[in-house]
């Protein structure tokens, strides 16, 4: 689950650095865009439209006249976007007076020489001031400015659009590389324009072929298992059945029992290897029937006491179990839970030491019809950095390296394996002391 949310990561984190620098750039060429025509626009002011403005407001001027007449004043703000405030000994008058005080263009020629652009000064020493009418730019420039921010937008929405339709094969390759390590090879990933691939489309059809020669190699292994395994059957079936016909003297028992216990141990390796490949098997089928958990936990329980008890007499071993008084028989495989509850409760008393507390079992009912069996033992435990390892095929910790003490490394993993069958969880972590096993069984949907 950590990896695949790892994968789910850093899919989203490429596409929002994909998106994040096309903003980048976007806003980097506009703001280019933006000082560029600045700097054209102050240069073709200073060269040409200055001047042209300059004799246009001296025109204007005239027009008002000297003194300045009002009536001319009024006729020209009437057919022109104009602002006009005359100020003097004998008249002061605005043109719209009901609009705020505006600050007038300014030009610098030099220290001392500052004078206002758009000001002319009659004969008779009245002042005219010309400007841009309020009026006239909170109309036509205002709907323009919408129109612009409208266009902005719309155009950033259909570059989002764009870029994500560029990017939707790296969903597509995510989700192919998704199935693929979860062992579904039965959907290739989708090709964009298969005939004539682009760079993603080359990657997609690299991970399919990668993909099919994955799954030919998984089949092959998992055929040459199947066939080892059921040849070593017949073998070991006669090697025991000649060795129980050897003669029970004194001399030759030590020898027929070490060579039984080997044939025992072959005999649960072929069997084990056998049931792991049909539970890893995509088609695996459960023979589901009303199954009594607690009572099939106390029938293990009895089993394995018996099998783990000393030769010497000294008694079986203590196992702990919390049962629940009255739980509904859930559909389960009755063959594979007795599996999953033997191993585990092997597990914990081949790693229990002696004056350690007992192992204990227990099954609790959840929420929702679902029921979790926790298996504990009180050992030494295992490094942190193996926990993740725990429950994968052949996989010992260092601590439990011997035949006695660890297995080789596929009862765990027929655990998970049995688990993940009916369609629940196995998650391992460290109890200090000890280590916890625990396995959720969901409701069964018909």
């Known amino acids: 689950m950590a990896h695949r949310r790892a994968k789910h990561a850093l899919a989203h984190s490429l596409r929002v650095k994909l998106v994040a620098l096309f903003v980048v750039l976007a806003l980097t060429m506009a703001a280019a865009f933006t000082f560029g025509m600045q700097a054209a626009i102050g240069a073709s002011w200073r060269a040409v439209a200055k001047p042209l403005l300059t004799d246009y407001v001296d025109r204007l001027a005239a027009d008002i006249g000297s003194p300045p007449s009002t009536a001319k004043a009024l006729a020209l703000t009437e057919h022109l976007p104009l602002s006009i405030r005359i100020s003097g000994p004998q008249l002061n008058w605005r043109s719209h007076p009901q609009e705020p005080e505006l600050d007038w263009m300014y030009d610098d020629h030099g220290p001392g020489e500052e004078y206002k652009f758009f000001q002319r000064t009659t004969a008779d020493g009245h002042r005219v001031q010309f400007g841009i009418s309020v009026q006239a730019w909170n109309q036509k420039p205002r709907f323009i400015g919408w129109v612009t921010l409208t266009t902005l937008l719309l155009l950033t929405w259909v570059a989002y659009k764009w870029v994500r339709r ?19 090879f039965a959907q290739n990933i989708p090709v964009r324009h298969a005939h004539h691939p682009d760079e993603l489309g080359e990657l997609a059809a690299t991970i399919n072929t990668m993909g099919t020669d994955i799954h030919q190699m998984l089949e092959a292994k998992r055929t040459l298992l199947l066939a080892i395994s059921h040849e070593l059957r017949s073998p070991l079936t006669r090697a025991r059945l000649n060795t129980e016909l050897l003669p029970e003297s004194t001399e030759v028992q030590p020898n027929r029992e070490a060579l039984l216990r080997d044939l025992a141990l072959m005999r649960d390796l072929v069997t084990d290897l056998l049931e792991s ?83 204990r079992i227990e099954v609790q009912p959840l929420a929702g019809g679902a029921v979790q069996i926790i298996v504990r033992d009180f050992g030494p435990g295992v490094a942190d950095d193996q926990i993740p390892h725990l429950g994968q095929p052949f996989f010992r910790p260092d601590a439990a390296r011997t035949r006695e003490g660890g297995g080789v490394g596929l009862g765990l993993y027929l655990c998970r394996l049995v688990a993940q069958a009916h369609g629940g969880s196995f998650a391992v972590r ?13 409701p069964h949907k018909a």
């Open 430 to 442: 460290n109890a200090q002391p000890g280590l916890e096993i625990v396995v959720v069984l969901p």
């Open 277 to 359: 490949e049909r539970l890893a098997s995509p088609h695996a089928a459960l023979h589901r029937e009303a199954v009594d958990l607690p009572a099939l936990v106390r029938d293990v329980v009895c089993e394995l006491q018996i099998a783990h008890a000393q030769p010497d007499g000294s008694g079986a071993p203590s196992i702990n179990t919390t049962l629940p008084a009255a739980l509904p028989r859930l559909p389960l495989d009755p063959t594979r839970m007795r599996l999953l509850v033997r191993n585990l409760l092997d597990n914990a008393l081949r790693h229990s030491h002696e004056g350690s507390a007992a192992p």
């Open 166 to 184: 560029m990017l939707r094969p790296l969903d597509d390759i995510r989700a192919g590389a998704l199935r693929f390590g979860a062992g579904d």
